[in-house]
């Protein structure tokens, strides 16, 4: 059994206690005690990591299939779920974030799309790095909003139940939402930016249709930030906007990922 098999199974298993760990807390009615659950996340992300390292990086160039990236995106999550403990109360996100990585794990080791180890230059990498943790960034900002949203329908029927009622006040649940947007935005620009100087032609056939849609996803959050600063934009059109954005960035890349890789068979 190979380093990336072994870590990545053990990650894999120490995700999914953590989301029964956080779902049974979640559905009692004491206080959440986040250290059980955070604590097993970041212990099955030092595994994930050596997982993702051992896979992804060989001496002939960089692994960047479709399931290697979309567990890097799980792992990135996860670190910006436990990092953010420190300071806010967005662990309620762990139970997406842990078992899409703990599902992403097997996935990247054992379904092959038939792509070679690509040999990136440090720009063309800093581009994919920044890529992957915007992305990231961006979906946990997705997953915040569905919980406004759901927060936001309690309130109008008058009553807050179940987990809700350990969640901060609406007002502070907002603010982590445009906290997740403005990080997720600064990276993404960053990719861009980075990908307009490393990548010989962003507009080339196999490349234009994730390019177009990134630009539109930028500018819908672009004009949600800028309508937020401007207006005091919140509520529902916060939600709509964030979770348009991340949709046209979801097909952005998963959808080219899925007809290059999986249909076409490219690299």
Same mark, same amino acid.
């Given at each position: !059994?190979?380093?990336?098999?072994?870590?990545?199974?053990?990650?894999?298993?120490?995700?999914?206690?953590?989301?029964?760990?956080?779902?049974?807390?979640?559905?009692?009615?004491?206080?959440?005690?986040?250290?059980?659950?955070?604590? =097993?996340? !970041?212990?099955?992300?030092?595994?994930?990591?050596?997982?993702?390292? %051992?896979?992804?990086? %060989?001496?002939?160039?960089? #692994?960047?299939?479709? #399931?290697?990236?979309?567990?890097?995106?799980?792992?990135?999550?996860?670190?910006?779920?436990?990092?953010?403990?420190?300071?806010?109360?967005?662990?309620?996100?762990?139970?997406?974030? #842990?078992?899409?990585?703990?599902?992403?794990?097997?996935?990247?080791?054992? /379904?092959?799309?038939?792509?070679?180890?690509?040999?990136?230059?440090?720009?063309?990498?800093?581009?994919?790095?920044?890529? /992957?943790?915007?992305?990231?960034?961006?979906?946990?900002?997705?997953?915040?909003?569905?919980?406004?949203?759901?927060?936001?329908?309690?309130?109008?029927?008058?009553?807050?139940?179940?987990? &809700?009622?350990?969640?901060?006040?609406?007002?502070?649940?907002?603010? &982590?939402?445009?906290? =997740?947007?403005?990080?997720? &935005?600064?990276?993404?620009?960053?990719?861009?930016?980075?990908?307009? &100087?490393?990548?010989?032609? =962003?507009?080339?056939?196999?490349?234009?249709?994730?390019?177009?849609?990134?630009?539109?996803?930028?500018?819908?959050?672009?004009?949600?930030?800028?309508?937020?600063?401007?207006?005091?934009?919140?509520?529902?059109?916060?939600?709509?906007?964030?979770?348009?954005?991340?949709?046209?960035?979801?097909?952005?890349?998963?959808?080219?990922?899925?007809?290059?890789?999986?249909?076409?068979?490219?690299?």
């Amino acid at each position: !059994m190979t380093t990336a098999v072994w870590t990545g199974l053990v990650a894999s298993v120490l995700y999914l206690v953590a989301s029964l760990v956080a779902a049974r807390q979640l559905k009692g009615n004491l206080p959440i005690q986040r250290g059980a659950f955070l604590g =097993l996340g !970041m212990i099955a992300l030092l595994f994930h990591v050596c997982a993702l390292w %051992h896979l992804t990086v %060989h001496d002939d160039g960089i #692994f960047i299939g479709l #399931f290697p990236i979309a567990s890097v995106i799980g792992a990135t999550g996860v670190a910006v779920v436990c990092i953010s403990s420190i300071y806010r109360h967005l662990e309620w996100i762990s139970l997406l974030v #842990f078992p899409f990585s703990a599902v992403s794990i097997p996935a990247a080791l054992w /379904i092959d799309t038939g792509i070679t180890p690509a040999n990136l230059t440090h720009g063309l990498g800093t581009h994919v790095l920044f890529s /992957i943790i915007g992305y990231a960034i961006l979906a946990l900002a997705a997953c915040q909003a569905l919980l406004v949203w759901l927060q936001h329908q309690q309130l109008k029927h008058g009553h807050i139940r179940g987990v &809700m009622r350990f969640f901060p006040a609406i007002q502070v649940m907002e603010a &982590m939402l445009f906290e =997740l947007l403005w990080s997720g &935005m600064a990276f993404l620009t960053a990719a861009i930016v980075f990908g307009f &100087m490393y990548v010989d032609d =962003l507009f080339a056939q196999h490349l234009v249709h994730k390019t177009v849609l990134t630009l539109l996803s930028w500018l819908v959050f672009a004009v949600l930030l800028a309508g937020r600063h401007i207006l005091g934009w919140r509520g529902l059109t916060a939600i709509r906007l964030t979770l348009a954005g991340f949709i046209l960035l979801v097909v952005a890349f998963f959808g080219s990922q899925v007809v290059l890789q999986m249909i076409l068979q490219r690299g």
